[in-house]
């Protein structure tokens, strides 16, 4: 069974940094794709980060929007199905709770929508204070 779990949310101060760990387990893909969503109540899950990942990659893709360009980062560690995002520059509206996704489909297309996605992780808040 496959299993997202989240690690690294808090509570900063506005120009921060936090820094979100999700590991993959339970499945046997040699590329898939993995994103970032956030979600704050009473809104739509928005899209954060999305890229491709695994050993049979030939080209790593990103995508993103321009809200966390030039503050969001995201890497990847194929040997243990781990995926990083690295904030900075944390503005008060960065404030949702953040859900990594899967989608294990060999030919994902580092879509910032949610319905590729068939795996979703349980979620870690991140709080940031003006």
């Known amino acids: 069974q496959v299993q997202l779990v989240e690690s690294g949310g808090g509570s900063v101060e506005a120009g921060g940094s936090l820094r979100l760990s999700c590991v993959a387990s339970?499945?046997?893909?040699?590329?898939?794709?993995m994103a970032w969503f956030r979600q704050v109540p009473g809104k739509k899950r928005e899209g954060v980060f999305a890229?491709?990942?695994?050993?049979?990659?030939?080209?790593?893709?990103?995508n993103y929007p321009d809200s966390v360009k030039g503050r969001f980062t995201i890497s990847r560690d194929n040997t243990k199905n781990t995926i990083y995002l690295q904030m900075n520059s944390l503005k008060p509206e960065d404030t949702a709770m953040y859900y990594c996704?899967?989608?294990?489909?060999?030919?994902?297309?580092?879509?910032?929508?949610?319905?590729?996605?068939?795996?979703w992780g349980q979620g870690t808040q991140v709080t940031v204070s003006p």
């Open positions: 339970g499945h046997t893909a040699s590329k898939y794709c």
């Open positions: 996704a899967a989608d294990l489909d060999p030919y994902c297309t580092v879509s910032l929508r949610t319905d590729p996605y068939n795996y």
């Open positions: 890229t491709n990942i695994g050993d049979d990659i030939e080209r790593y893709m990103v």
